[in-house]
């Protein structure tokens, strides 16, 4: 998922003002850096204005034979959209138990509890709102059974129990455990039948409702992901459970789905996979059958409004894919724009990661009003943000491009998003930034982007330890991309890209751990990476080199007037090999150091016909992981404690602003 970035004009400009400012006042000159900032896309980026022709049929398929995950799961289920809000389901739903251990329970995900009142552990800890989106105040939904039984027909009702494994609120209703009648043993399946009710929210958080809007993610009872030995390095085998957090996303096991769903007859519907069969009209409603394999998740959105194009692809590691768009009315001239974008990423990311191997992809395009369904990603079907009138800037794009992305990382390699969200959201922007800059020419503007990490923290704590939504955005998506950015300045882009190949290879479909990437990257490099993941992913490691001091004596030697000049330079943060140093003299010579970073400090001394005027670490801003640019600089002669209160009282300002505005 994208966090908005409704407020990124403010964060940068008042970033750039106060950044541009402090180097002016004591360095005398400004730096350009290239800014990803929205750019107006020129209007011959739109597609014509449409003819009034009706738009040509959905195209329907049929599953292939191959097999690319261990398919744990089986969905079959019945959906139908009732007038209103609500939605009446069937479930038959298959699990194959994937360890030796036998199991007397099974657990649901009943994720639409998260906003059944203000008191479940989702809106306590988002405060009701979400990436700038705030909770309608009737807006409420939830999720019930009406119906849980065994082939045999044995009623389950009375062996259900909410349970709240993460916070003990027993108010949070978003899991619950089922006990079994007898065990499943190690390879055995069990098959269970449903029926459930859902009351669809009004959209704020990924799902709900709005006008004649329907935004079907995590709709349905969802069972817990159960993970062997071996897995994410458990050595004793288990489910992984936890509610619905108001940081937290999501993880499940692989499986088929086959998926029923009826609305009224005006509506169109985008779901996950493809549909087998053509809709048909019935007693006033439209009747779709989708199917999906090798997928951990199933989504569907529904509009009458929806304008459909579909177009097919190919690239060499993409055999063929129908790329199939919804778009809102307000955006249907730009179909051209999504289509480059959607073509752009597929290209790039499976020639980077491998092959696309599923048939399709849909890109849902929400109306305004329905904003915060935007920007998710769910398998073989993402949505854009929220469409308006007014033309928008390269966004469309990124959120396009950001949102494939996903279709690897949390798709195919599947990480567990509620303990190791880095692994998913820190990838993806990592991919993003790649792309964009390849195909549009944004470049970040990453000393800004570090600047916004003022408060750092492991990114291998679950997501729902984060303070706030700010330092959890901050750190997944920012913090996770420098990390990887890190080890590329390191190793070098070729070899990044090596390693980045090598982990999705090998851990398509098997949901690894940061440890296991951890082994990709020594085992591509041939050295050890211990020390850089201890410092930077499993704690909250930045770097911080600062110019602690300068003197300058004056000698005389072979009868000429010399100056004795020390400079040193101090480590305030992490390590970081290859520091470089700029030394100015005050007749306009100046000396490049490299420090390799591991003492707490190094002191340069130079004997020159000039005195040293100003020294500075990382003058080009190269060091990624730096987040504390202030003291990076020294002049000579500057009263210590002037530099001191100036240097604070900005850097103090700058947190107090990038602190005070959520993602």
């Known amino acids: 998922m994208i966090p908005r970035r409704a407020k990124s004009w403010l964060i940068i400009s008042l970033a750039l003002c106060l950044f541009a400012g402090g180097v002016w006042i004591t360095l005398g000159y400004n730096r350009s850096i290239s800014s990803e900032l929205p750019v107006l896309t020129p209007e011959s980026g739109k597609s014509p204005a449409k003819n009034g022709a009706p738009a040509p049929p959905e195209s329907v398929q049929s599953p292939t034979a191959e097999v690319y995950s261990k398919r744990v799961v089986e969905y079959h289920m019945d959906v139908k959209l009732n007038e209103g809000n609500k939605l009446q389901g069937t479930q038959t739903i298959t699990w194959t138990h994937p360890g030796k251990k036998t199991v007397n329970e099974l657990y649901f995900h009943m994720y639409p509890n998260a906003f059944s009142s203000a008191d479940t552990t989702f809106m306590k800890e988002s405060g009701g709102k979400l990436r700038g989106d705030v909770m309608p105040t009737d807006g409420y939904g939830s999720m019930k059974f009406t119906d849980m039984q065994t082939e045999d027909g044995l009623s389950l009702l009375h062996r259900m129990q909410y349970v709240q494994p993460d916070d003990g609120n027993i108010k949070d209703k978003t899991l619950i455990k089922v006990r079994l009648p007898k065990p499943v043993k190690g390879g055995e399946s069990i098959t269970i039948r449903t029926s459930f009710e859902v009351s669809l929210p009004k959209i704020f ?359 004795e000049s020390s400079v040193t330079i101090v480590k305030k943060g992490s390590d970081f090999p290859k520091v470089p140093v700029r030394i100015a003299f005050e007749d306009g010579h100046t000396v490049t150091k490299h420090w390799d970073g591991h003492e707490d400090r190094v002191t340069y001394k130079l004997t020159y016909t000039s005195p040293v005027t100003w020294a500075m670490t990382d003058p080009l801003y190269d060091i990624v992981l730096e987040n504390r640019h202030m003291n990076n600089f020294l002049r000579t002669g500057l009263d210590e404690q002037v530099k001191s209160r100036w240097n604070m009282s900005a850097t103090k300002l700058i947190e107090a602003i990038f602190g005070g505005l959520s993602w």
């Open 205 to 563: 958080a990924r799902m709900g409702k709005t006008d004649d809007f329907v935004m079907a993610g995590q709709w349905f009872p969802k069972l817990s992901a159960y993970e062997p030995v071996g897995r994410r390095g458990r050595t004793i085998e288990g489910w992984n459970l936890h509610q619905y957090h108001g940081n937290s996303e999501f993880y499940a096991d692989f499986g088929i789905y086959s998926v029923r769903i009826r609305v009224p007859e005006t509506y169109k519907v985008a779901a996950t996979g493809f549909p087998t069969q053509q809709a048909t009209l019935k007693n006033g409603e439209k009747v779709y059958q989708f199917y999906a394999d090798d997928v951990h998740d199933f989504a569907w959105a529904a509009s009458p409004d929806f304008v459909y194009a579909e177009e097919p692809f190919s690239a060499p590691n993409v055999p063929g894919v129908r790329i199939k768009l919804y778009l809102d009315p307000a955006h249907q001239d730009l179909k051209e724009r999504y289509l480059f974008a959607a073509k752009a990423a597929l290209t790039n990311y499976s020639k980077w990661f491998g092959p696309y191997p599923y048939a399709t992809l849909s890109i849902v395009v929400p109306p305004k009003a329905a904003n915060g369904a935007g920007g998710m990603e769910y398998p073989t079907l993402i949505t854009a943000f929220g469409a308006d009138d007014t033309t928008p800037g390269y966004d469309l794009e990124r959120t396009v491009v950001h949102e494939i992305g996903h279709q690897y990382f949390y798709g195919m390699v599947a990480s567990n998003e509620f303990e190791e969200a880095w692994l998913d959201e820190g990838f993806t922007s990592y991919a993003e930034d790649k792309l964009m800059e390849q195909e549009y020419g944004l470049i970040p503007n990453l000393p800004v982007q570090s600047g916004l990490i003022t408060s750092p923290a492991p990114l291998t704590q679950p997501s729902w330890k984060f303070d706030s939504q700010n330092q959890y955005a901050s750190n997944v998506y920012t913090r996770g991309k420098l990390v990887l950015l890190g080890i590329e300045q390191q190793v070098g882009a070729k070899t990044m890209e090596r390693i980045l190949a090598t982990y999705v290879k090998k851990y398509r479909f098997k949901h690894p751990a940061t440890g296991d990437f951890q082994k990709v990257v020594e085992q591509v490099t041939r050295t050890s990476w211990a020390d850089y993941f201890d410092q930077y992913v499993y704690r909250n490691g930045m770097a911080d080199f600062a110019v602690e001091k300068i003197n300058v004596s004056s000698i005389e030697k072979d009868g000429k007037k010399m100056y």
